[in-house]
């Protein structure tokens, strides 16, 4: 807000006295709009801009509350001061409910009131001062945390945005580590049921044997150890979403389950008849090609048609390079300003070989190296050869060498591995993998990209 502009206050009372008086009182600092009945201030309050009200309680035509309520109905953000000359507890109780900020009484010291009205202001241009970064923030930040100016992203994004308010079910694929999670926590943030819960059912990771307890939850005494009743992730996710990782990880009995449910959007906790209806929007993902599972007869087609109402595919990283060098830097700066510790940027030619290299472990494995280079590097700037070796996941980057190099990349990412964990102290490095340090110093010189 600006502070050099003025603020409008305007003052209803039907008694002139007091009128002129507050006038007189504030006029030197604000701007001052007066009325004398409820009808004129109503009409006042809808041809200016008014930051703050003083308001009798006591009008002729309408009454003061009633008043509150109008204002506050045009404009939640204004405050309002209720003046008075009786002392009703009940009334001012009421006013502070409907959103009054405070309830002065007649008469009263110039220094209270002037007190007052600029404690008033000040939460007026705090509130809306958080208003203002609120809606900056979602410029900034349109898809939650997520970066990308790739056509092949943007793409996406405007995909998300298109289906976001929509109930209708979402698969989406993409490599491990490409954002999916985020893709889906972006649907539910910006769906109407943003409100409500976004559960996370973990397929993958939750054994075949618990997944329907776990799922549907169930009554006390439905099997052996079932000590009391628990509700399942389903009933968790009522009015909000339920995202489905690793949706491919079902086995066919569970998915026959799921498609009814999707179907239905009812079920029964185990050990109980009772019916649940639920209100929920599901998100599914997968990092594999569900559609070939359903050639294999791995996954139910009937239930791949379900999930993929909406397909979203999240390209990987590697045909989406120009992007690297954006996303290097959102979590080299997000990192250092989570630990406290300084920024650090890249050299051009650092810069070109990490866009050389193809990440096979996606996003992810991009932002590792950015939090690891944040708290092992002394130099802000980060030459190319400061880099530890990229060899992506251990199997993904050695299974097609030859042995003699396949050992080297394995040791090249042990090395870099114990590296890390001392936190790049070689001395120490040196003495956890039991050889002398002038051994590591050659080998860490060897291996170093050109
Ligand atoms: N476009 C992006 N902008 C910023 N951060 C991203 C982006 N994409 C992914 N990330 C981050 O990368 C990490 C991996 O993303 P996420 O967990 O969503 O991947 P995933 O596809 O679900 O992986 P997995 O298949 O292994 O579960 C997360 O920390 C996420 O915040
Ligand atoms: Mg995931």
């Known amino acids: 807000m600006n502070l050099m502009k003025k603020a409008t206050i305007l003052v209803v009372d039907d008694e002139s006295g007091i009128r002129q008086s507050f006038n007189m009182i504030l006029k030197e600092d604000y701007h001052i709009v007066i009325a004398s009945s409820g009808s004129e201030a109503l009409d006042c309050f809808k041809s200016h801009a008014v930051d703050l009200v003083l308001l009798d309680i006591l009008l002729p035509d309408i009454g003061g509350l009633d008043l509150l309520e109008k204002f506050k109905e045009i404009d939640p953000t204004v405050e309002i001061i209720m003046v008075t000359a009786v002392k009703e507890v009940p009334i001012a109780v009421k006013a502070i409910k409907l959103g009054a900020y405070e309830y002065i009484m007649k008469p009263f010291t110039v220094d209270d009131i002037l007190a007052v009205i600029q404690r008033a202001l000040e939460k007026r241009s705090m509130t809306q001062e958080i208003a203002y970064l609120k809606t900056e923030l979602e410029r900034v930040l349109p898809f939650e945390m997520m970066v990308g100016e790739d056509p092949k992203m943007k793409k996406v994004f405007d995909f998300i945005s298109t289906i976001s308010q929509s109930d209708g079910t979402v698969l989406i694929q993409g490599e491990s580590g490409t954002g999916k999670e985020l893709v889906a926590r972006a649907l539910h943030n910006r769906s109407h049921r943003k409100g409500g819960p976004f559960v996370v059912v973990n397929c993958a990771a939750i054994p075949l044997t618990l997944m329907e307890s776990e799922v549907f939850g169930y009554n006390k005494g439905a099997f052996t150890g079932a000590l009391s009743t628990r509700i399942g992730k389903l009933e968790m996710a009522n009015k909000g979403t339920a995202f ?57 087609d009937d239930l791949f048609y379900r999930i993929n109402v909406f397909p979203v595919n999240i390209p990987p990283l590697r045909d989406r390079k120009s992007d690297i060098p954006l996303l290097l830097e959102h979590f080299v700066d997000l990192h250092a300003k989570q630990t406290g510790k300084s920024k650090i940027r890249f050299s051009e030619e650092a810069v070109k070989t990490l866009m050389n290299y193809d990440w096979p472990g996606n996003v992810r494995e991009l932002q590792n190296l950015a939090e690891r280079l944040v708290t092992i590097t002394k130099d802000p700037l980060i030459h190319a050869k400061a880099l530890p070796p990229l060899t992506g996941s251990l199997k993904t980057g050695i299974k097609d060498l030859p042995l003699k190099d396949a050992v080297d990349a394995f040791e090249k990412h042990y090395i870099a591995e114990v590296l890390e964990d001392v936190g790049g102290n070689k001395t120490k490095a040196a003495e956890k993998l039991g050889i002398h340090r002038n051994t590591l110093l050659a080998k860490t010189h060897a291996k170093e990209p050109s």
């Open 244 to 300: 489905l990782d690793d949706i491919d990880s079902l086995d066919l009995k569970m998915q026959a389950k799921l498609l009814r449910i999707i179907q239905e959007r009812e079920f029964e906790r185990l050990g109980s008849n009772k019916v649940i209806k639920v209100d929920v929007r599901f998100i599914a993902a997968s990092n594999k090609n569900l559609s070939e599972l359903v050639e294999n007869g791995e996954f139910r």
